[in-house]
């Protein structure tokens, strides 16, 4: 009882701030086997983000953000074009942060947490018979700065955990499924309202 009344003292505490998040995926598609390569694309993602103030200099984000990730393979369709493999997912976010202040206008801080993600574009790539899954798990590790109280910084890398999607044998050379995990970099920034 006593800690339930501590905890509900505690977010009462909490000082909650909602804004806008955008900024750019460097998508890394990784596969099963070596036969299939995937260039590094550039993607972005976007929407609203929340931020919750804990004590102790902890804080916790969530957002809700389009997301859209794009590489390009060494796979060429009937054209003799590599075949581009484009993602769009509604992505949410959930990190645990701790701060570090460098005075009342700036601090640094780090962060992790886990990242869901629900397929929202196209289901199926028909050039080599690739299916996206509806939805992947990933984990994101980053650092970021938060400058006057209102501007935010960061960079973290998107750790995938499950597989985005799978074809069977698209390059013809293998008797099994193929499938792809889909992570990278994310470089943006966040206003505060």
């Known amino acids: 009882m006593a800690i339930a009344i501590m ?39 976007i929407g609203p983000t ?35 493999m484009s993602r769009e997912a509604l992505s949410v976010p959930l990190n645990l942060r701790k701060g570090f202040g460098l005075g009342d206008k700036a601090s640094v801080f780090i962060f992790a947490g886990p990242q869901f993600s629900v397929n929202i574009g196209d289901k199926k790539i028909t050039e080599f018979d690739w299916k996206w899954k509806n939805a992947d798990i990933s984990v994101n590790v980053g650092a970021g700065a938060m400058l006057l109280n209102f501007l935010e910084l960061k960079a973290n ?18 008797e099994s499924k193929v499938t792809g995990k889909t992570g990278g970099w994310q470089i943006g920034m966040a206003l505060y309202f």
């Open 50 to 84: 929340m931020k919750v103030g804990l004590p102790l200099g902890f804080d916790i984000d969530a957002s809700l953000l389009y997301n859209k990730m794009e590489v390009k393979t060494d796979i060429y369709n009937e054209n003799n074009e590599y075949i581009k």
């Open 157 to 174: 890398y998107n750790i995938p955990c499950s597989n985005s999607g799978s074809s069977e044998d698209p390059a013809g050379v293998n």
């Open 7 to 45: 905890s509900l003292a505690s977010l009462s505490e909490a000082k909650v701030k909602f804004g806008i998040r955008g900024g750019l995926n460097i998508t890394n598609m990784s596969f099963n086997y070596d036969v299939i390569n995937a260039n590094n694309k550039s993607g972005m993602y």
